[in-house]
Nanobody, 126 residues
Framework: QVHIVESGGGLVQTGESLNLSCVAS????????IGWFRQAPGKERRPVAC????????YFDITQTGRYTISRDNAKSTVNLVMNNLNPGDTGVYYC???????????????????WGQGTQVTVSA
């Protein structure tokens, strides 16, 4: 059984940075696809960044300024998401989703990730 724990969220001001971590157990991470998703109040869960088992990466940033960096450490079963130059639009609960066995890259969408953590809250004040 896959167990996922997210951490690193918090309250920050506009322009600051956060480093979110996703630690997984019960999975061989190098075989997995991992995604970070944000869910704002009253909104659906939307992708932020995904990394496939072959390290193909997708980012979803409306500003398109390269603010996000996703990386994986298979030996530590950890996936990190660094977010820079945060703005209030980045506010929400951030969830780590894992597809434990993902030999083929799939779209970065919640429906493709069967396992989820409890999320970590990110709040960006103006």
């Amino acid at each position: 059984q896959v167990h996922i724990v997210e951490s690193g969220g918090g309250l920050v001001q506009t322009g600051e940075s956060l480093n979110l971590s996703c630690v997984a157990s019960g999975v061989t991470l190098e075989r997995a696809a991992i995604g970070w998703f944000r869910q704002a109040p009253g909104k659906e869960r939307r992708p932020v960044a995904c990394i496939s088992s072959s390290n193909g990466i997708s980012y979803f940033d409306i500003t398109q300024t390269g603010r996000y960096t996703i990386s994986r450490d298979n030996a530590k079963s950890t996936v990190n998401l660094v977010m820079n130059n945060l703005n209030p639009g980045d506010t929400g609960v951030y969830y780590c989703g894992i597809d434990p066995v993902a030999p083929i890259r799939k779209p970065c969408a919640p429906r493709n990730f069967p396992s989820w953590g409890q999320g970590t809250q990110v709040t960006v004040s103006a």
